[in-house]
């Protein structure tokens, strides 16, 4: 049974994954602050995502590009002109909605719809705002966070944050292209932040104006990109095994003539079955060779690829490009790994057991040091285990409340392996090690404690 949003937003505040951003000032609408243990997860992700996919491939090299370029990036790419979506409000309350969000709410399928075919579509339905006020006139909305470069807030001055990572990879292809010497097929990948003003943000991290993705633009010729799309639509699939997500709730949705970009032949949404209903986790898309023929057309930089072995053979390359969303990854992740079960305690009776099942790479924890007592020799020979542990695996250290209450405190975070010290250990040299998943506990001499992690780690 899959958890509720309302048990994984819980679990997340109180254990340190994810807290409300500002909360002390009343929070800002829908803004969210990692915390100790939710870093450690985003950034697991982000390091295996880039162990994969860049360092493990001689294909693919990374940038870390600026968050605020010039505007004429995003006049070229269409996005000041097309980057929208369709907007109401409420003419009581003047809340603002996602006209295609409420459609959708009331049963309409927006899939491939114009903004004009939405319009009739409301009015067709006598659409209502969610308080059931009537609401204004659709319009569109540009998407774009806009803001200001030096003191004066003047037309000239005004710039954007970038609402894609992807627009940086094309316009550094050239730089890029030159000093790494890539032949074709090659990708530039990019790990950053994005922004976009959402009209109605929502479903915790799902949805934010401030989000995180991890993205490669592979650059390869025409008649190759099916091959390509194929391979890559194969790779992101195994990349969601490999990180826990339940296979049973996630599809693969091909986008319709209609629903998809005008430059895109081919987009593909792996989606997931989420708490609050199946939604898009990664992206893939075939965008031919649109970017780079609109920034070379735009700026007047020759953005031809020419063979190393055939001055003769020059083109534009094509683009396949697949995106992972870096938050959303973290609350499928959370999801598919929570699980509530009945445990049994030291009485012989049960209770119940909150346990997160993450993979043991991508725990945030991975070890507990869990000495029995407070009191010396003891506290001191759990601390030297420590120093041992902590420069190989990520570790707690965790002396409050009993033993079982401890535990319980490791499960829900995920943490594998909890190490326990008891006063045995002072004279046998012996350590209990519990498995998180089994509850399994095995007498490991204090010396082979080390070994008998990494060989469970596969480090």
């Known amino acids: 049974m899959m958890t509720t949003m309302d048990e994984l937003i819980s679990l997340a505040k109180q254990r340190g994954f994810i807290f409300p951003g500002s909360e002390i000032y009343g929070g800002l609408a829908n803004a969210w602050d990692y915390g100790p243990l939710g870093i450690e997860l985003k950034n697991n992700i982000k390091q295996a995502w880039w162990q994969r996919f860049v360092h493990e491939r001689q294909d693919i090299v990374g940038i870390d590009a600026a968050l605020i370029m010039n505007p004429k990036v995003w006049e070229a790419s269409g996005h000041l002109a097309n980057f929208t979506d369709p907007l109401v409000e409420d003419k009581v309350t003047h809340e603002r909605f996602r006209l295609d969000h409420l459609l959708e709410e009331n049963g309409v399928d927006v899939t491939g719809m114009s903004f004009e075919e939405m319009r009739g579509a409301a009015t067709i339905a006598k659409l209502k705002s969610p308080a059931g006020n009537e609401l204004a006139e659709a319009k569109v909305f540009n998407l774009m966070l806009k803001t200001f470069l030096g003191p004066a807030e003047a037309q000239a001055n005004t710039v954007y944050l970038r609402p894609e990572t992807a627009q940086a990879m ?153 995106t992972w969303g870096v938050d959303r990854t973290v609350l499928a992740v959370l999801a598919s790994a929570y699980h509530e079960e009945e445990a049994p305690t030291a009485d012989g009776k049960t209770e119940k057991r909150v346990v997160l099942r993450f993979p043991y790479w991508l725990a945030p924890v991975k070890v507990a040091v869990l000495p029995l007592s407070k009191k010396e020799p003891l506290q001191t020979l ?41 006063f045995d250990s002072l004279d046998d040299q012996q350590v209990t090690v519990r498995n998180r998943d089994t509850m399994q506990q095995d007498r490991v001499p204090i010396s082979e404690l080390l070994p008998y992690l990494k060989e469970r780690f596969n480090v």
């Open 382 to 422: 759990a601390a030297d285990i420590l120093k041992t542990v902590a420069p190989h695996f990520v570790c707690d250290y965790d002396e409050t409340q009993s033993i079982g209450k401890r535990y319980r405190r490791q499960d829900e975070i995920g943490t594998p392996f909890c190490v326990t010290v008891d």
């Open 170 to 322: 094309f316009v550094n292809f050239k730089q890029v292209l030159a000093t790494t010497r890539r032949r074709i097929p090659f990708g530039i990948a990019q790990i950053g932040k994005a922004f976009r003003n959402e009209i109605t943000p929502g479903n915790f991290i799902f949805r934010t104006r401030e989000f995180e993705q991890m993205e490669i633009e592979y650059f390869v010729r025409e008649e190759d990109w099916q091959t390509q799309f194929e391979a890559w639509l194969s790779a992101m699939q195994q990349w969601l095994k490999d990180i826990g997500i339940d296979e049973k709730n996630v599809h693969v949705r091909e986008h319709g003539e209609k629903e998809r970009a005008h430059y895109s032949t081919r987009t593909v949404d792996m989606e997931y079955d989420f708490p609050f209903g199946r939604k898009e986790l990664y992206g893939l898309s075939y965008r031919g060779d649109y970017d780079l023929k609109a920034h070379m057309q735009a700026s007047g930089e020759d953005m031809h690829y020419t063979s190393p072995d055939n001055p003769d053979d020059k083109f534009v390359p094509h683009v396949i490009e697949p």
